[in-house]
């Protein structure tokens, strides 16, 4: 079918009926259909009249639409199958299905076919395959009068002052964009390049608490503030229902905290075999409560998170409990907080020493009142902690600081630790609490099972084969929410071969 234009034409012989007739929804989805059978990624789009049709399609159309000359079947430029009322421009991508004559023979024979028969002030239907397009530029036969023209004048303007002042708004945005992207990688680059003593000296660049830093401010856009108020706290007891005499176990209500608080400050919270089990029965339940998602370990008072052993029950065989029998039960505590699916984080106010300051170690997080003291006194006591207490710390602060630590057995200050790498960060020790709880929620915001894998993965290679075992335990427990894991246990029940094909073998 050949598709020409011929001005003189088109002024004097309107359009056949066949293309002025309003094109119908089935007829839509019927050309639709049309269009995926001879070029799998048709797709078009319908405007009402010429008037609304986009400004660079008109652009590309007009240059082939001089009078007198036919279109150019070699310029695959375009693809507009229209009528007077009804346009339909075909994806330009398809240049493929612009010349199918088979499609437009198709399209024709549909229009033909339901369409009404001619109005009196429309021409016979032509029997050859040339047809008679408008011409774009001629004005339709619609009168205007003056008052509709002031008013279409009148909005024209309008829109472009909305135009201008939307552009004028986009820009001064995209510039604001710009100039904060620039201030955030001035910024990550002044900390990785200024000591963080000198950071506050040369202009407070970066500061020493990471978290003011600019570049932040993306993720308090997209998740918002974290929220600043108080929790509110409630007893909390373990499925024995017994009561907790050397422990205050919290949780917070509406949110998924528990706090677990060592209650012996006359003692400077020191603990004995009681202590160590109330702590072993509330991170129990904490673990096996599925509200819960993160746990503060702290002690009670602003004097001392924990001093380790209450030397006054040491005995020959470990610390003597109210039976008499000595234990060094605080390993399995150490041990279940490392293996705990959640995360744990040391609050520590006052003296974290000794046992108590390989308890800060083990957890997974520590936020320091600027008041803490830190440091080990076993040597000064007759004692030591081989296990968790050398390893964790030589790795945290590297061996040569372990060996000073042990061997010297002193003390050292909040901003000494956090140099070191023995906590994460220090806030004055009536904000300690509240940010405590502000990192808690910030975790909470994010996935628990990528936090618990996580966890297990990088207390893995310290922990040796139990720590494999507790990441491959949760790299199974994974699997067994997925939909290729219950395709076994599907296939199984019943009775059939799994079918694993329909799963991809990714790279």
Same mark, same amino acid.
């Given at each position: 079918?050949?598709v020409?234009?011929?001005?003189s ?15 119908s929804?089935?007829q ?6 049309m269009g ?12 009402s009249?010429w ?6 399609v ?6 082939y ?7 150019e079947r ?15 421009i ?26 009404p ?5 429309s ?11 408008p ?10 009068t003056k ?7 009148r909005?024209?303007?309008?829109r ?6 939307f ?27 200024l000591p ?17 830093a ?8 997209i998740?918002g ?5 108080e ?8 499925e ?5 005499t050397?422990?205050v176990?919290?949780?917070a ?11 012996r400050?006359e003692?400077?919270n020191?603990f ?13 339940d904490a673990?096996?409560?599925?509200s819960?998602g +993160?746990?503060? /370990? @702290?002690?009670?008072?602003? =004097? &001392? ?9 040491? !005995?020959? $065989?470990?610390?003597a409990?109210?039976e ?11 041990v279940?907080?490392r ?7 040391a ?13 800060q170690? +083990?957890?997974? /997080? @520590?936020?320091a009142?600027? =008041? &803490? ?9 007759? !004692?030591? $902690? ?27 200050t909040?901003?000494e ?13 009536e ?22 894998v ?10 040796g ?6 990441l ?7 699997f067994y929410?997925?939909e290729?894991g219950n395709?076994?246990k599907?296939?199984?029940?019943e009775?059939?071969r799994p079918?694993f094909?329909k799963?991809p073998?990714?790279p």
């Amino acid at each position: 079918m050949d598709v020409s234009f011929h001005g003189s034409e088109c002024s004097s012989t309107p359009l056949p009926a066949v293309f002025s007739s309003e094109i119908s929804s089935r007829q839509f989805g019927k050309i639709q259909s049309m269009g995926h059978k001879y070029s799998p990624g048709f797709r078009f789009k319908k405007w009402s009249s010429w008037d609304t049709w986009p400004m660079e399609v008109k652009k590309s159309i007009l240059p082939y639409w001089a009078p007198g000359r036919p279109f150019e079947r070699s310029k695959q430029f375009f693809n507009p199958f229209f009528g007077s009322l009804s346009y339909f421009i075909l994806n330009f991508m398809n240049l493929n299905l612009i010349f199918n004559l088979n499609f437009l023979n198709e399209i024709k024979k549909l229009l033909l076919k339901s369409s009404p028969p001619n109005p009196k002030n429309s021409a016979p239907i032509p029997s050859t395959n040339r047809l008679i397009l408008p011409n774009p530029q001629v004005p339709t036969t619609t009168k205007i009068t003056k008052s509709k023209l002031r008013i279409f004048k009148r909005l024209q303007e309008e829109r472009s002052e909305e135009l201008q002042k939307f552009s004028n708004s986009s820009m001064a945005r995209i510039a604001e964009k710009e100039l904060e992207t620039v201030r955030r990688r001035v910024s990550s680059v002044a900390s990785h390049l200024l000591p963080a003593d000198s950071a506050s000296s040369r202009g407070g660049v970066v500061g020493s608490n990471r978290c003011s830093a600019p570049m932040n401010d993306s993720y308090h856009r997209i998740h918002g503030e974290v929220p600043s108020h108080e929790p509110v706290w409630s007893i909390a007891c373990d499925e024995s229902g017994k009561e907790y005499t050397d422990i205050v176990y919290e949780k917070a209500v509406g949110e998924a905290i528990a706090k677990v608080t060592i209650n012996r400050p006359e003692r400077r919270n020191a603990f004995r075999p009681r202590t160590i089990k109330e702590l072993i029965r509330a991170f129990n339940d904490a673990r096996d409560d599925s509200s819960v998602g +993160v746990i503060i /370990l @702290t002690g009670q008072g602003t =004097n &001392a998170f924990c001093s380790g052993g209450d030397q006054a029950l040491r !005995s020959k $065989d470990g610390y003597a409990d109210y039976e008499n029998f000595g234990r060094l039960n605080v390993l399995d505590l150490q041990v279940q907080i490392r293996r705990l699916p959640k995360p744990v984080i040391a609050m520590v106010a006052g003296y974290a020493v000794g046992g108590g300051h390989v308890l800060q170690m +083990v957890c997974d /997080l @520590t936020i320091a009142a600027d =008041n &803490a003291i830190f440091g080990q006194t076993g040597p000064k006591v007759g !004692s030591f $902690d081989a296990g968790y207490g050398c390893s964790i710390m030589s790795r945290l602060v590297g061996p040569k600081k372990a060996r000073e630590m042990w061997f010297l057995a002193r003390f050292y200050t909040a901003s000494e630790a956090e140099k070191m790498g023995l906590v994460n960060t220090v806030v004055p020790l009536e904000k300690l609490e509240h940010e405590t709880i502000k990192w808690c929620r910030e975790i909470l915001r994010n996935s628990p099972t990528a936090i618990r894998v996580l966890k297990s993965a990088l207390n893995a290679v310290d922990d040796g084969h139990a720590g494999l075992q507790e990441l491959g335990g949760n790299a199974t427990l994974v699997f067994y929410g997925t939909e290729e894991g219950n395709e076994g246990k599907t296939a199984y029940l019943e009775h059939r071969r799994p079918d694993f094909s329909k799963f991809p073998r990714r790279p």
